[in-house]
Every structure is written in C-alpha cells, then in structure tokens.
C-alpha cells in the first residue's frame, strides 16, 4: 500500500450546533402531519442536510448549558450520521436503572460494547444474527485495500440502486472495535439468536461468539 493520497474535493468547512436542552423535548412541532418534539424535527432537517452536503466537511457541536464538539470536521458522513443518532437517542430515550439490550446484527456488535462498558446496568443482552468484527470477515482482502488507497468502497447495493458506500473512517473504526480475537467476558446473561441459512451474516460468525463469550 502507497502513501496515502489527499481526497481531490473542493467545498466548505460546515459546523453544525445543535440545542439539546430540557426545552427542545417539548412536541409543538410537526413532521409529515405528526406531532414531534423539536429535537425530533431537528433530527430528521439535519439528516436531510447532511446527505445533500458533497465535498463539504461536516462537524457537529451540541450544547445545552455548555457547548461540545461532539465531531470534529470530517467528510465521512455517516460517522457524523451515527454519532448524532447516538447523541440524540440519549435525550430522546433517556434510562435508568437496569436494562436489556438487543441488538440485530451490526446492533448486536454494538450490544456487546454497551454490556462491556456499563456491566452494572446492561442486566441481559440480546443478540439477533450479531455481527461482531463486520470489518474483519465482511470484506475481502481486495475490498480492504481499496478502502486504504481510494478510502472508499462502492459496491452494488441488494436493496436499491445506489451503490452500497463504505469509507475508510468507517472501516477503520470498525476495526478498532473487534471482539472475536479475545475472550468477551460480560457480567449479564446472553442469549444469542441466529439461522443457519443467513447469507449476510455466516453461522459461524455466531459460532465464534458463542466460544468467546464469558457470561453470567
């Protein structure tokens, strides 16, 4: 693998803030006929923003007494799309005291980091076709190396006809979150679904889980 190459784009540097205090819960306004809270409507204009941004860069600070980078500047949008999802989804679904947590596929492999990082609250966990080191097994040897020369991955998408994008910043932070080479010893108990005729997610992803797991 060669130097890495600056992406040739041309566009502007955006900062998005984004208010998440107590007063954008209130449900006074309205998205497609339905009643929503102003964090809600907030969420879904963004959305709709970012993905029409090419060649921008896109960051993210949120604040409510304070104000935080949440992301810094990048051009991968779907990180940005993931860490606003996950930010929001904090005002929006906000918890106390036990949980269960379930997760389908690439859900289950963020599951395990949840039952991993906060043990005295993740009581169970739930894992529906898990897909834990996507990255890993999920991309040929071939795949892998456009994504560290081009730093994108375009492949046909089986569920519309805009091709499936994956960027470097994506894959790479995958790659930093892989479980399967370790013993995952969590404190709650797990209980792991899956089928045998899966094709996106291979039995034996599961199979590996299971021998790897160390769980109450």
């Known amino acids: 693998v060669g130097e890495p190459q600056p992406l040739p784009t041309s566009g502007r540097d955006l900062l998005l803030a984004v208010d998440v205090s107590g007063s954008m819960d209130y449900?006074?306004?309205q998205w497609e006929e339905e009643?929503?809270?102003r964090l809600t409507l907030v969420k879904h204009l963004i959305g709709e923003f970012i993905d029409g941004r090419r060649g921008d860069r896109i960051g993210l600070i949120l604040f409510g007494s304070q104000a935080y980078l949440q992301a810094p500047l990048t051009f991968?949008?779907?990180t940005v799309h993931t860490w606003l999802d996950e930010a929001l989804s904090l005002i929006d679904q906000l918890t106390e005291g036990p949980l269960i947590v379930i997760g389908s596929s690439m859900?289950?492999?963020i599951a395990l980091h949840v039952a991993l990082r906060r043990p005295d609250r993740v009581q169970a966990l739930v894992g529906i076709a898990a897909a834990p080191d996507f990255t890993g097994w999920g991309f040929t040897w071939s795949q892998k190396?456009?994504?560290l020369s081009a730093g994108r991955l375009e492949v046909p998408n089986p569920y519309g006809p805009e091709p499936q994008v994956t960027t470097r910043g994506f894959?790479?932070?995958g790659e930093r979150l892989r479980l399967l080479a370790d013993s995952i010893?969590?404190?709650?108990?797990v209980r792991l679904i899956h089928g045998d005729a899966d094709e996106d997610v291979p039995?034996?992803?599961a199979t590996k889980l299971f021998r790897q797991l160390r769980s109450a």
């Open 27 to 29: 449900a006074d306004m």
């Open 35 to 37: 009643e929503v809270s």
């Open 76 to 78: 991968d949008r779907q």
């Open 107 to 109: 859900g289950g492999w």
């Open 145 to 147: 190396q456009t994504l």
């Open 171 to 173: 894959w790479e932070s």
């Open 185 to 189: 010893t969590v404190k709650c108990a």
């Open 203 to 205: 039995l034996v992803v």
